[in-house]
C-alpha cells in the first residue's frame, strides 16, 4: 500500500503522539483492565491513520467526452443551480460526500488548463450539509478543455475536515483522473459544468475517482 505524501507529513507527528499518550497510559493504567482497551483503542487508532492516507494506484481511461468524479463518495446532490463565484450562470451541480473511510485524494473531473482558482475562508458546518457548499471553507478550481468548455470542481472542508491542498494552480495543465489536490479527515467536493450535460449518476450512488462517469458532455438529457 502507497501512503500519500500528506500522510508523510501527517503520521510520524501522529504516532509520536500516540507513542506519549501509550507511556502515560503505561504508568497511570497497567494495573487495571481499563489498560487493554485504551490500548487496543491506540492500535486502531494508529490502523484507521494509515488507512486515511492509503493512495490507491488507478487506471484512467480519459475520455474528453465525459466527466469523470473527482474524488471517491457518495453522491448527495444532484440538481440544476445558479453557481455564482465564476459561472454567473445555470449549471450541473453534483456533490459528493467523503466520509473518513473514502480515498481522500482529488483529481481533475476532466483534462484541460486550471484558468481560475480561489481559496476562501468560511465556516466548517458538516460537509453532508448542503449549506456548506456556500458557506465552508472552500477552494474552487476551474478547468478548461481543449474546445473551451470549463468544469469547476469544489473543494470543501467539513467539521472535522479543515485542511485544503491543492497542487494545481492557475496556468497549469492536468490530466483527466490526475490528482490536483487533497482535503484531510472527512469532506465533500461539489462539481459544477454545462446544463447541457446528460447526467450517468444517481442520488447515493459511490462514486470512485477518476473511474465514475458523472456526466456525458456531447449529450443531451
Not at 473511510?101 to 453532508?128: C, I, L, M, T
Not at 465552508?136 to 472542508?157: D, H, L
Request: hydrophobic share 45%; with cysteine.
Amino acid at each position: 500500500m502507497i501512503i500519500h505524501r500528506e500522510g508523510q507529513k501527517i503520521i510520524p507527528k501522529a504516532f509520536f503522539l500516540l507513542a506519549v499518550l501509550d507511556a502515560i497510559i503505561y504508568f497511570l493504567a497497567r494495573d487495571h483492565a481499563i489498560f487493554y482497551f485504551l490500548m487496543a483503542a491506540s492500535l486502531l487508532l494508529a490502523i484507521l491513520i494509515i488507512f486515511f492516507f492509503r493512495e490507491p494506484i488507478r487506471t484512467i481511461e480519459k475520455n474528453h467526452d465525459h466527466v469523470l468524479a473527482p474524488a471517491d463518495g457518495e453522491i448527495v446532490e444532484i440538481l440544476k443551480t445558479q453557481e455564482k463565484e465564476y459561472f454567473e450562470g445555470e449549471c450541473w451541480q453534483v456533490s459528493i460526500f467523503m466520509s473518513v473511510f473514502d480515498v481522500h485524494q482529488n483529481r481533475a473531473p476532466v483534462s484541460g488548463e486550471v484558468v481560475y482558482q480561489e481559496h476562501r475562508k468560511g465556516a466548517f458546518y458538516p460537509a453532508f450539509v448542503k449549506k456548506s457548499s456556500d458557506k465552508n471553507e472552500r477552494c474552487s478550481t476551474v478547468f478548461r478543455m481543449k474546445n473551451g468548455t470549463e468544469v469547476m470542481s469544489r473543494q470543501i472542508a467539513g467539521t472535522v475536515a479543515q485542511r485544503i491542498v491543492t497542487y494545481k494552480k492557475p496556468g497549469d495543465m492536468a490530466e483527466q483522473g490526475q490528482e490536483y489536490g487533497f482535503i484531510r479527515f472527512g469532506s465533500r467536493v461539489d462539481l459544477f459544468f454545462p446544463p447541457e450535460a446528460q447526467i450517468d449518476v444517481q442520488l447515493h450512488h459511490k462514486s470512485v475517482g477518476g473511474k465514475t462517469i458523472i456526466a456525458s458532455l456531447n449529450k443531451q438529457k
